[in-house]
């Protein structure tokens, strides 16, 4: 398929300056009262579980969620906040409104909530993203196949590991994951696919995985970082969402690398971050409005998508990719990203 948009285009840079702008009064009361009506009057609700500002996944939705919209329909963005415990409360509370002909959300954690909602309120209907739920007449699903992006980010941990040794910083077979929270995909998925990547480099590698406990806390995840550095891990995997900036502080100061998830975020800090793996929700989030809004989306069915896709990538045409990582390195990852599209090496 081609994209429809690509990432760091000055189209999704003025789209994410909308959505910033108009979900800012929503962080403190959560939801707002009246939802926008077009003339076509199709309503959307966004429900963000969480806050959209610090994790990249939440503005990719917000942001594909408004383009896709446009002027065909109304969108409305409900911060859920931090409290995970209120979340279906509040899931429960936009459909029991009945204002919303789609309520659109993201998390692995969503399926769960919206089969229960959807025994209450059947006749809402949800469109979910990075999450699975099949067979609900009511609700479409959409995941990345995250095996592939663990898988990527190990492969490059690992390469990058191995230079620190042959520079001299002594033999390290670890690399380090900080998560904000355990959940299944992180635990059964992306950790498993992290060291897979790594020990297709050398078997003998180890994971050293940590937990913040939230999607906020920068001070406890540069604490967390800097101890597994001063253990010898020379290159972390940051999926703490706005708690991420504090393992790019340790990082930074050790003069150890970092792997970004989700995003683009080489720019986060330049030559610190040394690779990103990357989902393109902005575009599911833009193409799967879209199939709704030409009454198209399958509800009912669940769909897995991943890099020979488009959905999953690794990037590599980043100026600040291309000056923090030898070309030796950045051969070998290109080469395993061509096996994988080319169907050479699955990782279903
Ligand atoms: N990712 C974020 O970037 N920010 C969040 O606030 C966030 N909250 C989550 C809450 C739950 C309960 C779960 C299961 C996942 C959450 N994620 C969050 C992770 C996100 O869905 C995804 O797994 C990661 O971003 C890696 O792609």
Redesign the pocket.
Known sequence: MKPLFARSTPFFAAALFTVVIFSAPLSGCGVKSAPDKTASGKTIGVFI??VISG????EMLAVGVQAAAESRAGVTLVEGGYN?AEWENKVTAMAASASYDLIVS????LPGIVASVSQKFPRQYFLLL?GELPGNPSVYTLRYN?REQGYMAGYMAAMVTEEFSQNGAGLTRRIGLVA??E?P??NDI?LPGYLEGARAINPDYQADFRIVGN?YDAARAEELAADMIRGGVKVILA?S?GANEGIIQASHSAGTKVLW??NNGYNVRPGTVVGCAV?AQDKAAYNQVRRWLDGELPFGKAETLGVADQYVDFIQDDPDYILGVSEDIRKKQAAMIERIKSGDLVLD
């Not at 993201?106 to 954690?109: D, I, W």
Request: no cysteine.
């Open positions: 579980p969480g994790s990249p996944v939440y995970q993201a998390n692995p954690s990075d995250q904000a929270q959940y995909v992180m992306i999607w999926i969402g998830f989700d989902l």
